[in-house]
C-alpha cells in the first residue's frame, strides 16, 4: 500500500517514489530510536575455508521479529559484511580517539608533503577523514550486496519495514594468524 500511495504522490516516477519511501524508513527510524532493544539474535559466519570467522549481535524489540526471516538474512548480512571489510567500529562515536587522531596526523602530514597551503590543510584532513569513516564503520560502508546503500540504509529500511527499533550491538572478527595487537 505504501508504494501504491508512493507513486500516486511522485505521479509514477518510480525513481522519485523509491526515494520518498527511503526518506520515511529514515524518519520512521529516528522516531523509534530511543526505544529499547533487549530481544535479537548473535550469528556467526565461517568464512574462506575457515580462515576467518564472525560473531555479531543484532538487537530488536521483540521476540517475534528477532526470529523473522528479514531479521535473519540481516543480521547474517551483518556477519558478512563484517568478514569482507574488517570494520574498525560500528559507528564514527565508537572509533578510538587515538585512531581518530592518528590518521588526522597522516593526512596533514601527506598535505604538507605535497605542499597544499596551510588554509586548506584542514579542509583535506575532514575529507580524508570522511572517507576514513566510510570505510572503517560498519554503519557507513557500503553494503557488499549492493553498493549503491549503506548498512545504516539498510538497518533503516528493516526498521521502516517492522516498525521496531534495532541495534547493531557487537562484532568481533577473527582472522587465521592475525596477531593480538
Known sequence: MDCKAALLECDGDISKATDNLRKKGIATAKKR?????????????IHAGGKIGVLVEVNCETDFTGKTEDFTSFVK?????????????????RVP???????????????????????????????????????ECLLEQPFVKNPDITIQNLLNDLIAKTGENMVVKRFVRFQLGESDN
Not at 77 to 93: K, L
Not at 116 to 123: A, D, L, R, V
Open 33 to 45: 530510536g530511543g526505544r529499547a532493544t533487549s530481544q535479537g539474535q548473535v550469528q556467526s559466519y
Open 77 to 93: 548480512d551483518i556477519a558478512i559484511q563484517v568478514a569482507a571489510t574488517n570494520p574498525v567500529a560500528i559507528d564514527r562515536e
Open 97 to 135: 580517539e587515538d585512531v581518530i587522531e592518528k590518521e588526522k596526523e597522516i593526512y596533514a602530514s601527506q598535505a604538507k608533503a605535497s605542499g597544499k597551503p596551510e588554509k586548506i590543510i584542514e579542509k583535506i584532513v575532514e575529507g580524508k577523514l570522511k572517507k576514513f569513516f566510510s570505510e
